[in-house]
């Protein structure tokens, strides 16, 4: 297995985890609904562009433009506006934990749809990476109070739906390739968001913008949007649904290791080292399985698009 798939795996995550710390410092300016906006239609318009300079392929068929309006619907609209909805209902601890269930959903969909096989060493990795992450976050911190609930269902909604996303993507990708995929995807994306994202924009005096909350923007637009969904896509060619969602445990240890060097009063603790063990351990055992059933059932190589 490439090396550098992993590599890449493990930049997304880098990249969607800063944007827990980017989005609060643009969230001082915009409401959670722009934010979602500028990423989405900022993405669309320049994968739209790189699209026009990489392939003039377009898709025509009618049920594969359906697919990527489906996926644009769950990965990206359903997923965001409905953890920042449940976000608003819950809090964010609760949030935190119930993102590590996007793996389990993903593992049992994909075997339960019989588009993955099923692997103890999968199993074994997915589980242990994920009492790692659990562990790291402290699941003792997680509030079942009932005014929470709402909150804590759209969440998992959210995840549930992300979880398809990524299991749905792998045939499409085969099939297009990923700057296709990226490009329509984010597309259908922007169309979705428009509404909630107009109305909350109606809210800002863009004119009080400091320059270095857009700088901020830009950088959440280019780096945990455009680049981080094109090389999970791209990733998704490469290897399995399975093995693209497991990194997503790298999130909360990258966060707690990052945490130091940007908030006072945060330290490395021996729980995120022992944490983040597991999780490497775990990520382990998902490789070396992924790898058994590549040598056991070949894969054939794709061309690039």
Known sequence: MQVGVHLLLFLVQVLFASLAIVGKI???????????????????IVLLLVKLIWTRRWVRDRRDLLGLAALGLLGVVLNQTLFLIGLSHTTAINATILVTTIPIFTVLY??????????????????????????????????????????NLLIVVAMFCYSLYLVHSKAMVMRYGPVTVSAYVMMFSAIGTLPLGLSGLATVNLAAIRPVTWMWVVYIVVFPTIVAYF???WALRRVSP?????????????TALVAPAVLAGERVTARAAIAGAAIFLGLAL???????????????????E
């Open 26 to 44: 643009v969230l001082r300016d915009f409401p959670a609904g722009s934010i979602v906006l500028f990423r989405v239609v900022g993405a669309a």
């Open 110 to 151: 994909s075997v339960l749809s019989h588009r993955e096989p099923a692997s103890a060493l999968k199993f074994g990795g997915i589980a242990v990476a994920g009492l790692g992450a659990l562990y790291l976050i402290g699941p003792d911190r997680m509030s079942l109070a009932p005014e929470l609930a709402l909150g």
């Open 231 to 233: 090389l999970n896509i």
């Open 242 to 254: 399975n093995l693209v969602a497991v990194y997503i445990y790298l999130q909360p240890l990258f």
């Open 286 to 304: 998902v490789i070396y399985g992924e790898s058994r059933q590549q040598r056991e059932v070949p894969v054939e190589s794709m061309p690039g």
